[in-house]
């Protein structure tokens, strides 16, 4: 049976409400929850950007379920801080915390001043440093010299079993590349035989039988009309597609991007609806594909209302 976990989007909210929301969730009945880990929001509707790895500290000692993030190492973290970072987080908290690695986004590692790469050679830091990663989590003392440079770096405080390494794709071609090296699969909704072709990628290239988790981006709402214009008020600088989502270095960027975006539109591109039966129909359809975890992101500024709604008519139904 799929678990149902709850998404903390650290660029819509404060971090403080955001560490209110995650035991909120906790106490509505879901089973875990992940969070986003941003420098920069998408847009200046949302305004936020807390530091993800001190929240989850904080988010992992107030709840008793799994949290789990999402990093793009060798921009902003040197792979040696993103692993010192997971091993204590797991050292505190075994078997609770796992992490996500993907090849990143302009939008958040741009601050470095380094010149932003093609996606391929994205693809060949992000295996090199979750190479090196899984190295010091295993507890050896690794110096390197390729795209990273890692002199006698070694993690003292390790845990006794390592957090799970997954790789994030949103395409089938990264999908296969990381289906190779990761302990499992992260990726978000989308129509199901486009799904499912990530899937299938993902196997193809080396995962079969490891852990598929997904993120689903939805809003909901009393009425259709608030679910489709809160979905907008908060989303609407995030329906782009293809490149430009990880090619886009400012919330500024995004914003005249999507200055044309109607709220009909953001519907097309995540689940938007006031009906808990058809979020049900929706999220369902996910869970029959053999995602194990499915972490739902409510977009919209009425996160308690969805927390209690969904965690007692929806949740239930998806559990049966």
């Known amino acids: 049976m799929a678990r149902f976990g709850y998404h903390a989007s650290h660029e819509q909210f404060p971090p403080s409400d955001l560490l209110r929301l995650v035991q909120h969730a906790e106490e509505a009945g879901f089973d875990a929850a992940k969070c986003s880990d941003h420098f920069r929001p998408w847009g200046s509707q949302q305004g936020h950007s807390g530091f993800a790895w001190s929240w989850l500290g904080a988010a992992l000692a107030r709840t008793s379920f799994p949290v789990g993030s999402i990093s793009a ?51 060949a830091r992000l295996k090199e440093s979750a190479d090196l990663i899984r190295r010091l989590l295993a507890g050896e003392r690794v110096s390197h010299y390729g795209r990273i440079t890692m002199v006698d770096a070694e993690i003292y ?31 978000v909704s989308g129509e199901p035989d486009q799904v499912q072709g990530v899937v299938d990628a993902f196997r193809r290239g080396g995962g079969e039988g490891k852990k598929l988790v997904m993120q689903v981006g939805l809003n909901w709402a009393p009425t259709e009309e608030e679910a489709v214009q809160g979905a907008w008020e908060q989303w609407r600088t995030n329906v782009l597609g293809g490149e430009v989502n990880w090619e886009l270095r400012t919330p500024e960027q995004f914003e005249t991007a999507t200055k044309h975006v109607r709220p009909e539109d953001v519907a097309e591109s995540i689940l938007v609806s006031s009906s808990l039966d058809q979020h049900v129909e929706w999220i369902g359809r996910y869970a029959e594909m053999g995602f194990e975890e499915i972490y739902l992101h409510q977009v919209g500024r009425n996160q308690e209302g969805f927390l209690d709604v969904f965690g007692a008519r929806v949740l239930p139904q998806l559990r049966v």
Request: aromatic content about 10%.
């Open 73 to 123: 190492p060798g921009y902003r973290y040197h792979p040696a801080i993103v692993a010192q970072s997971a091993a204590t987080l797991a050292e505190m908290f075994p078997g609770r915390f796992w992490l996500a690695l993907g090849s990143g986004q302009r939008l958040n590692e741009d601050i470095m001043g380094v010149a932003w790469p093609e996606k391929s050679e994205r693809n």
């Open 157 to 187: 405080s390790r845990p006794a079993t390592p957090p799970l390494l997954l790789g994030a794709a949103v395409t089938e071609a990264t999908a296969e590349f990381v289906g190779g090296w990761a302990d499992g699969l992260l990726t």
